[in-house]
Structures are given as structure tokens and as C-alpha cells.
């Protein structure tokens, strides 16, 4: 006699769609395939595939700038995903990022390549959800989240959840895909491969829902134009060389990254997506 068969959850669901096995070995042998000694690389080596959002860490840089971070300060970063971001706020503001994520792929990787790059005393990882954080209240000096609420429908518990392990006063910084338009999104993207998944919603959404998690918005700024640029010179590489890069977010979509790539690059000229940039205070 068998059981009832188990129904998997929305975010096992999630899980399983970033999951990607031997991620580290991968990207080590792009690297080397780029030029660069494994055992001797930087968190700038590897730039170019661990920051898993519109515009890479050129967009980290952005809206690192506009979170007040001092030396010393304790971030937290959801859905880290292999850790490029807390990497680099951590070695670029001398402060300590945890992450937290969904995907036991991803923060494996992550620890594996904030240790080869030794800034393992600075980023820790955990695997969990956001929708629990496994943090005490008040543990944290600012936190953001990068291109994360898409698969999260339930935003109003998110914020709270940020909302109580933030202190007093501390920004929320966020940069998330939204809905701009009106009409169908067209899939699979690199956050999800059906609807069934993906859970964009509108700036004015985010701010009802931020809002009402107890969160003062300071700054929101469209990013669609910037997103277009972005995405016109990711083409011009492709076709000016022969073919991708060694080393790219590609790898972190599996094999079919290019069609996951062109339904971002269809929707946001469709004019139904954008990136945009949210910029909170704890009351």
C-alpha cells in the first residue's frame, strides 16, 4: 500500500528551477577556458556569472550606491543566488552580507567560490525561504533583494519578514522585474519557465505591499531604458565574436538559456516588463 503522492510547493518548484548540479566545476572550467587560473581568481573574475540579474554588477553598483552602507554594517541579501552580489558589497564597503536563498545549488556554489576568493570571514550563505527567514529580529543593518519577487506572490509576508529582521531605520533596497504593461508574458524566462511560477506585479503593488509591511519608500526609478541598452550590447558581443563568452550568466540557465533570454528581450519590447529599482526605510 503506497502513500498519497506528495504535492510539491510553489517554492520546491522554484528550487528545482535554478538548481543546476556541478555548478562550481562548471564555472571553473569556463574561467579557465577565459584565461583565468581557478586557483587564483577574484571576485571580479567572476563578475560575469555571478551576478543573475538585468544589467550584472553594474546594476550591483547602482543600487549598492543609494543604501547608505558603512563599514562594519551587516546586510542581508535575499535570494543570493551564487553570491556575486554579497561578494562584492562586502569587499567594496568592508561590511558583512548574509545571504539566503532557495536553491541548495546556489548557495553550495556560493560558499565554494566566496572561499576561493577568501572573503569567506565576510558572506555566509543559508538555504531557506523568505517567506520564514531563519533571523532574529532586528538582526540586520539594511537588506536588498535582486530580480527575487518574481517568484514570490505573497509580497506583503515577504516585507513583513524583511521588515522584522531589519533595525530600526535600516533601507530595503530592491530591484526586481515588474509589470508595466499590459499583455502576456512570454516564457520560459530565467525565473521561471511557465506562469505557474512567476508572480511579477506592478510598482504600485510593491508599494501597497511595502507600505503595509511598515516600510517609507525613499526613491523608486524605472530601469527600462538602462534594461535595453543592456540587453542591445549582451547582442552586439554575441554577434561581434564567435558566439558567447566562456563565462556568463548562461551557464546558470542551463541549455536553454537563449530562448529563456529572448522572451526577456520580447517582453520588455512588448513593453510588458521592466526592472525598476524600489528604495525603503524601516519606520
Request: net charge negative.
Amino acid at each position: 500500500m503506497t502513500g498519497a503522492p506528495m504535492i510539491d510547493s510553489i517554492e520546491q518548484k522554484v528550487g528545482r528551477h535554478y538548481a543546476r548540479s556541478n555548478l562550481e566545476a562548471t564555472i571553473l572550467a569556463a574561467l579557465d577556458a577565459s584565461g583565468k587560473d581557478p586557483d587564483r581568481i577574484t571576485a571580479s573574475d567572476l563578475a560575469p556569472v555571478d551576478e543573475f540579474h538585468i544589467g550584472g554588477q553594474e546594476a550591483t553598483i547602482e543600487l549598492a550606491a543609494q543604501m547608505e552602507i558603512a563599514p562594519g554594517m551587516h546586510l542581508l541579501d535575499i535570494g543570493c543566488g551564487i553570491g556575486g552580489a554579497s561578494r562584492f558589497v562586502a569587499a567594496t564597503y568592508s561590511c558583512r552580507v548574509t545571504g539566503i536563498d532557495l536553491t541548495e545549488d546556489f548557495v553550495r556554489t556560493a560558499e565554494a567560490l566566496a572561499r576561493r576568493v577568501g572573503l569567506q570571514e565576510r558572506v555566509s550563505y543559508r538555504q531557506g525561504s523568505a517567506l520564514a527567514l531563519p533571523f532574529a529580529p532586528a538582526a540586520f543593518d539594511a537588506a536588498y533583494m535582486m530580480h527575487v519577487g518574481m517568484n514570490i506572490e505573497d509580497k506583503p509576508a515577504l516585507f513583513r519578514q524583511v521588515h522584522r529582521v531589519l533595525k530600526p531605520g535600516g533601507v530595503f533596497a530592491i530591484y526586481d522585474v515588474m509589470n508595466t504593461g499590459a499583455g502576456p508574458l512570454r516564457f520560459p524566462l530565467p525565473c521561471a519557465d511557465t506562469a505557474e511560477t512567476c508572480f511579477t506585479a506592478t510598482a504600485a503593488d510593491y508599494r501597497r505591499a511595502l507600505e503595509s509591511a511598515g516600510f517609507e519608500l525613499r526613491k523608486e526609478r524605472d530601469r527600462y531604458a538602462y534594461a535595453v541598452e543592456f540587453f542591445r550590447r549582451v547582442q552586439a558581443s554575441l554577434t561581434d565574436g564567435d558566439g558567447p563568452p566562456a563565462l556568463g550568466t548562461y551557464l546558470l540557465m542551463g541549455e536553454d538559456a537563449p530562448l529563456k533570454l529572448a522572451a526577456v528581450v520580447d517582453n520588455l519590447d512588448r513593453g510588458v516588463i521592466a526592472p525598476v529599482e524600489l528604495i525603503c526605510r524601516k519606520r
